[in-house]
Nanobody, 121 residues
Framework: QVQLVESGGGLVQPGGSLRLSCAAS????????MGWYRQAPGKERELVAT???????MYADSVKGRFTISRDNAKNTVYLQMNSLKPEDTAVYYC???????????????WGKGTLVTVSA
C-alpha cells in the first residue's frame, strides 16, 4: 500500500507565493517520476510539472518561469514552489507518483487526495 499526502495549500494573494509538499509512504521500493497535477472548477485535470528520479523536469507552459518542482528521494517527497501566483492558478493540486513496490515489478501510479490553492485578493 502506498499513500501520498499533500500539504501547503491555502489562500494567497495574486503575486504571492506558496510551497506545496507531497510525502509518499508505505510499501515503496523505488519511485520513478513524481509530479503535480491540478484541476480548477469546471476544468479538466491538467499536468503542472513532473520530475524524473534522476532530475529531469517538465512544466506546463502556463507555469514556466513561475513554478519550480523539486524532490528529495531519500524522503520520498516532492515539492512545488509557486511564485507570482495568478487567479487562474486556483485549483485543487494533486500529487502523483510512479511507484515500484517490489524489485522487478512494474510500476504503479498513485495519487494524493489533493490540496486546495486559492489565489484571490
Amino acid at each position: 500500500q502506498v499513500q501520498l499526502v499533500e500539504s501547503g495549500g491555502g489562500l494567497v494573494q495574486p503575486g504571492g507565493s506558496l510551497r506545496l509538499s507531497c510525502a509518499a509512504s508505505g510499501s515503496i521500493f523505488r519511485i520513478n517520476a513524481m509530479g503535480w497535477y491540478r484541476q480548477a472548477p469546471g476544468k479538466e485535470r491538467e499536468l503542472v510539472a513532473t520530475m524524473a528520479r534522476g532530475g529531469n523536469t517538465m512544466y506546463a507552459d502556463s507555469v514556466k518561469g513561475r513554478f519550480t518542482i523539486s524532490r528529495d528521494n531519500a524522503k520520498n517527497t516532492v515539492y512545488l514552489q509557486m511564485n507570482s501566483l495568478k487567479p487562474e492558478d486556483t485549483a485543487v493540486y494533486y500529487c502523483n507518483a510512479d511507484t515500484v513496490t517490489l524489485p522487478g515489478y512494474a510500476s504503479r501510479n498513485d495519487w494524493g487526495k489533493g490540496t486546495l490553492v486559492t489565489v484571490s485578493a
